[in-house]
């Protein structure tokens, strides 16, 4: 009798163990269903109580400052413009021959206008086969590049992407900027996407040189963090417009240490329709050919521009601009030495560069020379570089 007792508590016990077990997993599922994410019921959906809130862009956290909110704001509004780019080169494989295509780095960009057109800088692209472009939005696209000039460092390229899809930047001056101006930077620094840094116009009418070796002059300095990334990225003033197009930084490290230069506006808005509408900047062809500065310092020249050649068939040769050749007894016989052109002095070859860069083709002005030890005064009516 004890015995059949004992198998009958057993089996009472092996029973509510088993389905106590049964109601345990299952009430452990439902749990796990509300906390994998939400649980659509037919007048709402719930959220998923560990994950925190997010706030849509028109609603923000209580309890900020009024220059957080427009800090804030000015991001949310300027980033949609901005992009990230991607460069690749296209390789041969030893073995196989086979075509693969390598990572050759990143930077920023920003959609100039509504035709696809994306700005950055020329040393962005620079040697890379191929380049893509990603938006905002993170839709990604095969870019063409449309023009470039390495003495600007600026580049144009250009996306397939629906109007839906491209938020051109509003774009300032930078004629008017004053030291301890509020500047906000935006880029993909290490390849980060969407990163914004803050500070100041530490400095103005700055000089930095550029890929070509000609000078970038009226760059504007800041201390706003620019990063290996950042080069094409915009340049923002307080109110969100394009002030400026970040392009390098000084650094002993190659690191971000605090002083980061920046292209002006006034000077991209310039350049870019050049590059849109014929690949390359048009600038006034004067026809000559210079002396390099190891010629000018072995003759003890230290102003000016020596003329070295003249281009045949060029606004110079009809000018009468001479160039250096040598009298009948051998000895050399200099040519004319460029000191001013227009209103601009001219102190190095850099500085006919752009000065010529301040006007056009068929423009007339005068080009003041050194011709045997006199000043002489040429018009000369500009042509058009090829």
Known sequence: MKSFLRTILAVLLLAAGFFGGVAWKNSKADTTQLNEGTVATDTETVSDPASPPVNPPSELPSGLTEEERSTIQLFEASSESVAFINTTNLRRDYFNRNVMETPRGSGSGFVWDMDGHVVTNYHVIQGADRATVTLSNGAVYQASLVGEAPEKDLAVLKIDAPASELRPIPRGESQNLRVGQTVLAIGNPFGLDQTLTTGIISALGREIESVAGIPIRDVIQTDAAINPGNSGGPLLNSRGDLIGVNTAI??????????????????????????INHGRLLRPRLGVELANPQIMQRLGIREGALVIDVVPNSSAEAAGVRPTGRYNNGSIRLGDLILRLGEYAVNANSDLVLALEQYNPGDTIELVVQREGEEVTIPITLGEAQ
């Open 250 to 275: 000084i650094s002993p490290s190659g690191a971000y240490a605090g002083i980061g230069f920046s292209i002006p506006v006034d000077e991209v808005k310039w350049v870019v329709p050049d590059l």
